[in-house]
């Protein structure tokens, strides 16, 4: 089992930041992706980024240049800065785990607006 505890998400006006934090604990694989989902209400679950073990990043062209994603294995903890933020990034962020199987946070709900 593994549980992910994700902290960082909150309001923030457009144009700002906001860091969020996934911490994995519990039966890590030495091998694994993290990284994080957003949904919001009436649409389809849509992939932000995620990153691999070897520290590749991967992005939804709509975070491009604005937002980054990095780990600490040190730590199995993943962040995700996110700069430059719109309205429409307002969503329910949720992190995930895959090794040999996916493991969800609880998720953590971001607002952008003023």
């Known amino acids: 089992q593994v549980q992910l505890v994700e902290s960082g998400g909150g309001l923030v006006q457009p144009g700002g930041s906001l860091r969020l934090s996934c911490a994995a604990s519990?039966?890590?694989?030495?091998?694994?992706?993290m990284g994080w989902y957003r949904q919001t209400p009436g649409k389809q679950r849509e992939l932000v980024a995620d990153?691999?073990?070897?520290?590749?990043?991967n992005y939804a062209d709509s975070v491009k240049g604005r937002f980054t994603i990095s780990r600490d294995n040190a730590k199995n903890t993943v962040y995700l800065q996110m700069n430059s933020l719109k309205p429409e990034d307002t969503a329910v962020y949720s992190c995930?785990?895959?090794?040999?199987?996916?493991?969800w946070g609880q998720g953590t709900q971001v607002t952008v607006s003023s």
């Open positions: 995930y785990y895959w090794s040999f199987r996916v493991y």
């Open positions: 519990g039966s890590i694989s030495s091998i694994y992706t």
């Open positions: 990153i691999t073990s070897g520290g590749i990043p």
